[in-house]
Structures are given as C-alpha cells and as structure tokens.
C-alpha cells in the first residue's frame, strides 16, 4: 500500500513563501497537488510525472507556485501567496496519468493546512 506523507504548512502573511513537500513511500508514476477550501470543491493545482515533466499548473497560481520532484518526493514552493491560496492542500499519487481531475489519482495524503493571513 502506497503512502503519502506531506509537511510543510502553516501561517503566513500575505507576499509570503511556504514550500510543501509530498513523500511517497514506493515509486509512483505521478504526483499532483490539489487544495480545498471551506465550502469549495477540491481543485488540482499541479502534477509533475516522474520524469520531471510538469503538465499544468492551475491558473491562479501560474508564475506565483512551482512543483518540483526528487525521485519519490515532490515539492510545491508556493511565493507571493494571497489570502485566497488558504485552504488544505493534498498531495495525490497516480499510477497512470497527470492529470487535475480528482478521480484519476489512486492515493492521497493526509493533507496540511495553509493559511494566509495578516
């Protein structure tokens, strides 16, 4: 069974930076990144394939966030964060596919808390 472990959240002002890291316990074809706010939809935000090759970033976040991948580690170096990026942000593991959609990720990770907020 594939496990997910993230770190990384937590409290920051409005203009700051926090970078999220994503572990995974065996080698996985895909990892994205989705967040959910309260009383919101969970939305993908980013994916990179084990390649390296990322394949969208969420267009709110597009120049402000960046994924990055260390063999079975993914990172999301979020900068310049706005009180709209707080939310939980989850990281995902496809077999199969990079993708934003939900339902094409096998596993999930625990999620961690991002708030921004002055």
């Known amino acids: 069974q594939l496990t997910l472990v993230e770190s990384g959240g937590g409290l920051v002002q409005p203009g700051g930076s926090l970078r999220l890291s994503c572990a995974a316990s065996?080698?996985?074809?895909?990892i994205g990144w989705f967040r959910q706010a309260p009383g919101k939809e969970r939305e993908g935000v980013s994916c990179i394939r084990d390649n390296g090759q990322n394949l969208y970033y969420l267009s709110s976040v597009e120049g402000r966030f960046t994924i990055s991948r260390d063999k079975n580690t993914a990172y999301l170096d979020m900068n310049n964060l706005k009180p709209e990026d707080t939310a939980v942000y989850y990281c995902?593991?496809?077999?199969?596919?990079?993708?934003?959609?939900?339902?094409?990720?096998?596993?999930w990770g625990q999620g961690t808390q991002v708030t921004v907020s002055s």
């Open positions: 995902a593991a496809g077999r199969t596919v990079c993708s934003p959609y939900v339902f094409t990720y096998d596993y």
């Open positions: 065996s080698d996985v074809y895909a």
